[in-house]
């Protein structure tokens, strides 16, 4: 099993920068792939970014150019580094791994961190 838990959420203004990050602890080495998601009120839940094991990263449009995600594997820990924050950018940020038991594939979340950009 894998457990998650996100850091790093907060209040920015617009044009501002903040950094997301995600500690992975338990079956580290079964983990393929992992990512950051954004739920806003009323909307369902995004992809915002994804990264492989071996350091493959996919970026949902609306943040392509903006953020980066990144993976300290010494410290199983993933980073989302947001710059030139936009008050549309505000959601529950959650973090999410998907690893495999056996030849099962799970995908865990963790509980999530607010992040507000004024405007």
């Known amino acids: 099993q894998v457990q998650l838990v996100e850091s790093g959420g907060g209040l920015v203004q617009a044009g501002g920068s903040l950094r997301l990050s995600c500690v992975a602890s338990g079956n580290i080495r079964s983990i393929n792939s992992m990512g950051w998601y954004r739920q806003a009120p009323g909307k369902q839940r995004e992809l915002v970014a994804t990264?492989?094991?071996?350091?493959?990263?996919n970026y949902a449009d609306s943040v392509k150019g903006r953020f980066t995600i990144s993976r300290d594997n010494a410290k199983n820990t993933v980073y989302l580094e947001m710059n030139s924050l936009k008050p549309e950018d505000t959601a529950v940020y959650y973090c999410n791994a998907d690893y495999r038991v056996g030849l099962s594939a799970r995908s865990c979340w963790g509980q999530g961190t607010q992040v507000t950009v004024s405007s």
């Open positions: 990264i492989t094991s071996g350091g493959s990263t």
